[in-house]
């Protein structure tokens, strides 16, 4: 099945940038499908931050669109997000997902990974 | 772009019905039979319970419906379980090519 996992540092410095990966497994980022990333801050909703198509055409949140660039990684199977500078405001929880075949919705999700924006 | 809008809290006894709104635009809701629903236990990742306005992923419980009238779209819990205390979140495709996800309503199960 579907399986993705979401790698960064835990925690980054304001003005710094963020890097984040999402490993996939049951499925090539190759295929027909978009790649999409979320964040919660905690104790808060969903914001969609942005997502690339399996050709490398990008969607981006028009808040974000200035700081963030999702990429493609087809050698390792994975699909990155930087987000460029950072501060405290980003902390929350980062999310990777898989839109389904109608892409219309996010149908597989990361677990997650906290990164917290602190000096 | 803006959040869609849902109440903040519902609840309901075990054995009911609920039904959270999900209200947004013609830009989103509005323009598209393209709004997902979402169930977030605590500390969870999302999982998504409700496609394109009202199918169900396979594995879904058959208690959970979705439907849309304008620019309002709804998820009904029927025979309300324990287990279904929970975060729920709405999202569209929006007329710009993003995805726009509701603020959240905290379902409790009394």
């Known amino acids: 099945q579907v399986q993705l996992q979401e790698s960064g540092p835990g925690l980054a410095k304001p003005s710094e940038t963020l890097s984040l990966t999402c490993a996939v497994s049951g499925a090539s980022i190759s295929s027909d499908n978009w790649w999409t990333w979320v964040r919660q801050p905690p104790g808060e909703g969903l914001e969609w931050i942005g997502e690339?198509?399996?050709?490398?055409?990008?969607n981006y949140n028009p808040s974000l669109k200035s700081r963030i660039r999702i990429s493609l990684d087809r050698s390792k199977n994975q699909f990155s997000l930087n987000l460029s500078p950072v501060t405290a405001a980003d902390t929350a929880i980062y999310y990777c997902a898989k839109v389904g075949v109608t892409g219309t919705s996010l149908d597989h999700w990361g677990q997650g990974t906290l990164v917290t924006v602190s000096s | 772009q803006s959040a869609l809008t849902q109440p903040a809290s519902v609840s309901g006894s075990p054995g009911q019905s609920i039904t959270i709104s999900c209200t947004g635009t013609s830009s989103d809701v509005g323009g598209y039979n393209y709004v997902s629903w979402y169930q977030q236990h605590p500390g969870k990742a999302p999982q998504l319970m409700i496609y394109d306005v009202s199918n169900r992923p396979s594995g879904v419980s058959n208690r959970f419906s979705g439907s849309k009238s304008g620019n309002t779209a709804s998820l009904t819990i029927s025979g309300l379980q324990a287990e279904d205390e929970a975060d729920y979140y709405c999202s569209s495709y929006t007329s710009s090519g993003t995805r726009v996800f509701g603020g959240g309503t905290k379902l409790t199960v009394l």
């Open positions: 690339i198509f399996h050709g490398g055409s990008t």
